[in-house]
């Protein structure tokens, strides 16, 4: 019975490492940034995700863009004052990535965009989370989830392998 | 079958393999860590995640094509030929390609280092460039400046501009330059023989495009010959029919190279006596009066009075029938075009052979003809001029005997690698070691690097500035740019910028002819006088405008094509003379005639370095990551070895080991070492990998172009009884394989 239990157990926890595993991959951050903070007195994703509409990638603000408000805004705050840290040593702040494609994937953040998606269709609300964590695995199984669910005429079916996996 | 296991047995297993397993995901997941580093100050003309583009000069061989290379957040990641650029029109070879390894190779240097075990002992100490630079200050200023000598090779324009002005300067003797891919070419050769014969040192350039019969002798110009990208694109045209028709192609070389292997037809010729077929082709069409009505002046048929047809049949081999059928084809043409390239120039006759080559040209009225000879432009303006062709062998045996003598107290060297690129015959190491400071400007730590005391690393071609005007050029006056597509990856410094200081530190004379605080203020500097051209191809208001089309197009070019065509003033001297080669070695003892070629991917080795090259298999063999001697099978089956057995190559001069690939595409009297590996240095990829035949060549040259004679050469093979299985796509003789029948 208690051999049985422990099986059951390390099997619960294989599929939560496996499963969760991708999707919980925030750790710490090197500066205490609340994405909360920022997005409830009214910041919108794109004031400082500025790529997501013309670029694959949605990019991380420059530490020059982060000071542009912080050299005036909570300079006495713990974490601001890290980041003034990096902007006087003239370094980047290695934040550790959150939501990843690996590179045999050709995905653009441009065209989802484009047709008027919503950022937290994907990355959930953020506007609720102090860390930003992945909501979903982002596996081709949930991208396909919505493409093959597409109007078969629609050029958003995409579902021939090549467009990805170019 | 049937395992005895108790119940209790079985739980304990099942729980231990499934841990193990729950144990291994873990590093699974820790894996996904990843870290996204945002600029600190970004640039505004940048959008991250997408490729920004910047037109610049390829480095990797002497050619110098146009390049356009993608840069993603700040980092390059794909080379492409630059459409616009005259010269490769948008193509790209694969040894420009791998490019990119080259700026992201792991053993590059990151910052300046002396070696602090003494020369050889690979032992580095890093220095701060102010350190670093203050000793080689030190080091000039207690000699007297004809004391330093400055070897150059692969090196930009505007470095051979800045370097030789500050060697003047200083009162230093000129810069000499030595490279090997450019011997190869017969770039020395073809500089020489247009000064005799056409009054100019410009290369000549070959209208392939619009030719409809070429004979080449020794010019694989699909492989890796001169400006093999542009020659390469000229041939589809060429095959396409612009002339009219579908080009007839015949090779005049012992061994089948993938241009050989695109002829119509392949002569494999006895070395050394391409000067031979090419005079009794043109005594044949003068005394048969062969080819047009009044196509050559009688003055011009008296160039082959002397030449007699029998006796140069009989030493090149070549039937007298076989010669008159192959001159019949070339005299009926109405654009024929016959092209010297570098094997004859690597033989002791080889001035001679390019003179009786450049004869035939003359006779069929190929020079300066649509589809015939023209020469390569000269830089559009004088303020970027373009280096003249490499210094000769003899020149290089000069600079050796004066550090053997004691003369160079100071040696700085950039962009070539003597110690692996002269024969060992030539004695470059033991001269070396006779010079008492030896610097070497290489961002990676080369055979020659190894022998010096101070390395200055440069930034890789990728990260700097500079010019080019082509050697052999396009159909038009052309100079491209090149600039830096990414920041500097280390601490590395160019080494332009670095003369520049010197001479601000040297101060009086030389700092007032190199008033350029750094050499991008030189460029725009120099470059900004084209901007007033009438020919320019930009519309462009202001000299900042001017400089910014300079950089966004990759150069300056005439809108319209506009050819250089050659005086023809030195042939008619003297009648042309058919001079027998000569070899290295008595044919009893060294039986075989050693072929050594650059290859389409290592061509003369700078570029084993690159493993993308070292992976590439040669065209015609399929073997790559090594040496291999090509060797007949008539001639393998009485030497008796078969492929993969490993023979030592034996020359008067040293010998080598390589591994057999039987190879039916080479005359029976000759074997083919290709160039590229054999280093002992020059980064993990390449160090301690095959084998350099520059170990068997004789330090000989011929006496009228002082041109290295890197094909007069013999040898012998001898089996080792070892085998080694070389990596190969394939066997040529299909054995092991199916056929389909």
Redesign the interface.
């Known amino acids: 019975m208690i ?2 239990g ?2 059951l157990g ?2 619960v ?2 599929w939560v ?2 499963d969760l ?2 999707v919980e ?1 925030s ?1 710490r951050q090197p500066i205490e940034y609340s994405h909360r903070a920022h997005i409830q007195i009214g910041i919108q994703c794109l004031f400082c995700h500025t ?1 997501a509409t ?4 949605a ?7 982060c000071m542009g408000c912080h050299a005036y805004i909570a300079t006495e705050g713990e974490a601001v004052q890290a980041l003034v840290g ?2 006087e040593r ?8 959150v939501n ?1 494609q690996p590179d045999f994937v050709y995905f653009s ?1 441009q065209p989802h965009m484009g047709v008027g998606m919503n950022c937290e269709t994907c990355h959930g609300n953020v506007a609720e989370m102090e860390d930003a964590k992945a909501v979903t695995r982002m596996d081709m199984g949930w991208c396909l989830d919505c493409h093959e669910h597409q109007e078969p005429h629609k050029i958003a079916r995409l579902v021939d392998c090549l467009i990805c996996h170019k | 079958m049937s395992i005895d296991l108790s119940r209790r047995e079985f739980l304990k297993l099942a729980t231990l393999s499934v841990a193990s397993t729950a144990g291994a995901c873990v590093p699974i997941n820790s894996r996904t860590k990843d870290i996204l580093e945002p600029q600190v100050l970004p640039p505004e003309d940048i959008l991250p995640g997408d490729t920004t583009y910047y037109a610049s000069t390829c480095r990797q061989c002497p050619a110098g094509c146009g390049i356009i290379v993608g840069t993603i957040n700040g980092r390059a990641k794909k080379i492409e030929g630059n459409p616009a650029y005259p010269i490769n029109r948008g193509k790209l070879c694969a040894r420009g390609q791998a490019g990119l390894q080259d700026l992201y190779h792991p053993d590059r240097l990151r910052n300046a280092v002396k070696q602090s075990g003494g020369r050889g002992s690979r032992k580095f100490e890093a220095l701060y460039w102010e350190d670093a630079i203050a000793l080689l200050i030190q080091k000039l200023a207690g000699i007297d400046p004809v004391r330093v000598a400055f070897l150059g090779g692969k090196m930009p324009d505007h470095l051979y501009f800045l370097s030789s002005r500050w060697l003047e300067a200083m009162g230093a003797p000129p810069l000499v330059r030595f490279n090997l891919q450019s011997t190869l070419d017969g770039r020395i050769t073809a500089s020489k023989a247009a000064q005799s014969l056409f009054g100019s040192r410009q290369l000549p350039i070959y209208d392939i495009a619009n030719a409809e019969v070429i004979f080449s002798f020794g010019a694989n110009f699909l492989d890796t010959w001169q400006s093999p990208v542009a020659y390469s694109q000229q041939f589809g045209e060429f095959r396409q029919g612009q002339a009219g028709g579908r080009g007839f192609f015949v090779q005049f070389e012992p061994r089948l190279s993938s241009t050989a292997a695109s002829a119509d037809e392949w002569v494999p010729l006895r070395p050394g006596t391409d000067g031979l077929v090419a005079l009794a082709l043109g005594r044949i069409i003068v005394e048969k009066g062969l080819g047009h009505v009044g196509a050559f002046s009688q003055e011009e048929a008296d160039l082959f009075r002397d030449v007699h047809v029998g006796e140069l049949a009989e030493a090149s081999q070549v039937q007298v029938e076989k010669l008159e059928q192959l001159a019949l084809i070339l005299a009926s043409a109405d654009r024929s075009l016959v092209i010297p390239g570098g094997y004859p120039a690597g033989q002791k006759n080889g001035f001679a052979s390019y003179k009786a080559i450049q004869g035939l040209n003359l006779i069929l009225r190929r020079i300066g003809q649509r589809g015939g000879v023209y020469l390569s432009q000269p830089s559009p303006i004088d303020t970027l001029p373009g280096a003249p062709a490499m210094d000769s062998f003899m020149e290089i045996m000069a600079l050796i005997e004066r550090m053997n003598s004691g003369e160079v107290e100071v040696l700085l060297i950039h962009g070539a690698n003597p110690v692996y690129e002269l024969p060992s015959a030539a004695g470059f190491v033991e001269a070396v070691n006779r010079v008492p400071f030896v610097v070497s400007f290489s961002s990676i730590v080369d055979e020659t690097a190894v022998q010096s005391d101070l390395i200055l690393p440069d930034h890789s071609y990728l990260e700097t500035w500079g010019y080019q005007v082509a050697s052999p050029g396009g159909d038009r006056p052309s100079v491209s740019s090149q600039q830096p597509v990414v920041q500097p990856l280390y601490d590395t410094r160019s080494t332009g910028n670095l003369i520049l200081v010197l001479a601000e530190e040297q101060g009086g004379e030389v700092a007032e002819v190199l008033p350029w605080a750094n050499e991008l203020l030189f460029l725009e500097d120099a470059s900004g006088g084209l901007f007033l051209s009438s020919l320019s191809p930009y519309n462009v208001k202001t000299a900042g405008d001017f400089w910014s089309a300079w950089r966004q197009y990759g150069g300056w070019w005439t809108r319209r094509e506009l050819y250089q065509e050659p005086d023809v003033t030195g042939f008619f001297d003297q009648p042309l003379k058919a001079i027998e080669p000569s070899f290295e070695g008595e044919s009893e003892e060294y039986p075989y005639h050693l072929y050594p070629y650059s290859g389409v991917a290592l061509g003369d080795g700078s570029c084993a370095h690159l493993p993308w090259l070292q992976e590439l298999p040669d065209p015609m063999t399929t073997a790559c990551w090594q040496t291999w001697v090509e060797i007949n099978p008539q001639t393998a089956h009485s030497i008796g070895v078969k492929d993969n057995e490993i023979v030592k190559v034996i020359s008067p001069y040293g010998e080598i080991t390589a591994v057999v690939v039987v190879y039916p595409g080479i005359r029976p009297d000759v074997i083919a070492v290709p160039f590229g590996q054999g280093h002992t240095d020059s980064g993990h990829y390449a160090a301690n990998r095959g084998a350099n035949p520059m170990q068997l060549l004789a330090a000989v040259s011929d006496e009228d172009s002082g041109e290295l004679a890197w094909g007069a050469t013999r040898v012998r093979v001898e089996p080792t009884g070892e085998t080694h299985e070389l990596a190969r796509l394939e066997s040529l003789e299909g054995e092991g394989r199916e056929t389909i029948r």
């Open positions: 051999f049985g422990i099986i390390i099997f926890l294989i490492n496996i595993g991708s991959a750790e790529e013309r670029s694959s990638i990019g991380i603000p420059s530490v020059e863009k990096y902007w003239g370094e980047p702040i290695p934040w550790n990535r990843n953040h």
